[in-house]
């Protein structure tokens, strides 16, 4: 008997809304995919992290087992699938188990098909070919979706990466990229022999490297669905970048905003259209799926520039699936679920994308990744609990109730916090200490952080207590972030 083609929205909502098999969300905390269990029957998060202390009810996260150290978001996740709480957790609620992931390996692919599951994304080596800084421009070229004026080279010694350059015609005053990284880790600002030196040991010796023209612009982030039916696109985010409340990192991401008027209806206009064009050059390249793209945009010209790839779910998803446009038909992140679930579908991928940039689909809202700045190590003692926090009119931040959706914030003088770092963890330059949400926006229209934000930033941070480690105790920073 052939299976019953799903033809709208409704359908497939009612579809995850009768879910019977089991799907999970495996990573070091719930995040990025934070609200879905929400829309999918049967959804669950396995963590690392427990930002909840127990009271979220879909959240599970077994108790700490010797390890080696973590060097990756992959390490957390495989080392989570091999844990006999987490084996014995999901044997226990039967079905074909489904497994969703932020980031994975072969190694994550082998323990899912050992568990008898399915790994709902497109393979670890393919994501792993897109992902690459360089391939990015690549696909992108053969899309028609233009990059900063660029140049790609091995670098061996500054007089070499000046002949590129001058080669290439883009100037002295560079941004160069290594292949991969993340939130600023391997992006570095040269303008002189000084700056390279700086940074030299994490250039040369690492392969080819994206050499920019730096350009004086904006970021934006949007995220897309590569699906059967076409790919399906959401809305443009502004992005928080360097802020050094809230990173010690200059090129670092710290978050995102949502409104509709963030950027020119023109500028919008053409992101969207940018990035329908890289969706459908990713599906001839054979991969389907949730990616996000960053786009440039030139502050003068307003000429839009694809920045990077990433193929998978991002720190910005939670903004993604929890817009207006998301309550009114559906999480992007469903279209994955969907794509992957090889239940037939149909849909007006055009009809769609075109309600979707209607600015009554986007509500305001703004996140902000709040990390440890301070060039210091030390342990935790007291860390504020997720939930709803409040702004007194004396600019005071205090907590206000218990809570796990973001929804709950009921106006701006309301905020949801979720904890990363716990009492008892080591707190150090870069670490993650939580997430703030919050509606309206973070920034001023000059793209600042504005005088709210920043109170909201000083309340969280003032709720963190620490003690000293004895000077001979040291503690490497971790080369990798887990949002």
């Known amino acids: 008997m052939p299976k019953k083609t799903l033809k709208n929205i409704s359908e497939i909502r009612r579809y995850f809304h009768r879910n019977e ?83 994975f390996d072969e190694e994550t692919e082998r323990l899912v098909k050992e568990m008898g599951g399915e790994l709902w994304f497109p393979k670890a080596k393919l994501r792993t070919r897109c992902d690459n800084k360089i391939e990015t421009v690549r696909i992108g070229d053969k899309a028609g979706v233009p990059s900063v004026p660029n140049t790609l080279s091995k670098v061996q010694s500054y007089d070499q990466l000046k002949k590129v350059c001058e080669k290439a015609g883009i100037g002295h005053d560079l941004v160069l990229q ?51 039916q076409g790919t399906i696109v959401g809305p443009l985010m502004t992005e928080l970048v360097g802020f050094k409340e809230l990173t010690p990192y200059r090129g670092g991401w710290c978050g995102n905003e949502i409104l509709s008027t963030a950027f020119p209806p023109k500028v919008r206009q053409r992101a969207r259209e940018l990035t329908f064009k890289f969706g459908e050059q990713l599906r001839k390249e054979g991969y389907r799926g949730y990616f996000e793209l960053d786009f440039l945009i030139d502050k003068k010209t307003g000429d839009l520039w694809l920045g990077e790839l990433n193929p998978r779910i991002t720190g910005a998803s939670s903004m993604t699936n929890h817009a207006a446009f998301a309550h009114a038909d559906a999480p992007l992140f469903l279209f994955h679920l969907l794509e992957f679930s090889k239940k037939p579908f149909k849909l007006d991928v055009d009809e769609i994308n075109a309600r979707w940039a209607d600015p009554d689909m986007i509500d305001g809202w703004s996140q902000m990744v709040i990390k440890h700045t301070e060039d210091s190590v030390d342990i935790l003692t007291q860390a504020p609990e997720s939930g709803i926090y409040r702004m007194l009119d004396d600019g005071n931040v205090e907590f206000d109730r218990f809570d796990y959706h973001r929804r709950a914030v009921e106006s701006e003088k309301e905020a949801f916090f979720l904890r990363i770092l716990e009492p008892g963890d080591y707190r150090y330059e870069g670490a993650d200490l939580g997430i703030l949400v919050t509606r309206g926006r973070s920034m001023t229209p000059g793209f600042k952080l504005n005088d709210r934000a920043k109170k909201w930033i000083d309340g969280i941070k003032s709720s963190f207590s620490a003690r000293s480690l004895p000077t001979a105790q040291a503690l490497a920073e971790p080369a990798f972030k887990i949002l």
Not at 48 to 63: A, E, L
Not at 197 to 224: F, L, N, P, V, Y
Request: with cysteine; proline share 4%.
């Open 21 to 103: 098999n089991p799907v999970y969300f495996v990573s070091a905390t719930n995040f990025n995919l934070l609200g879905l269990d929400e829309w999918v029957k049967n959804f669950k998060y396995i963590c690392y992290i427990d930002c909840y202390d127990g009271r979220h009810p879909n959240v599970f996260s077994p108790s700490e087992q010797p390890h080696a150290e973590f060097q990756s978001i992959e390490d957390i996740n495989n080392y989570l699938l091999q844990h006999k709480e987490v084996i014995d957790f999901i044997k226990q609620r039967g079905g074909k188990p489904k497994f969703v992931f932020l980031m």
């Open 178 to 228: 290594s292949a991969f990284g993340d939130s600023g880790h391997t992006t570095f600002f040269i303008k002189s022999e000084a700056d390279f030196r700086r940074h030299q040991h994490e250039i040369i010796g690492e392969g080819e490297i994206k050499i920019m023209k730096r350009i004086d612009c904006r970021g934006s982030a949007i995220e897309a669905c590569a699906t059967s």
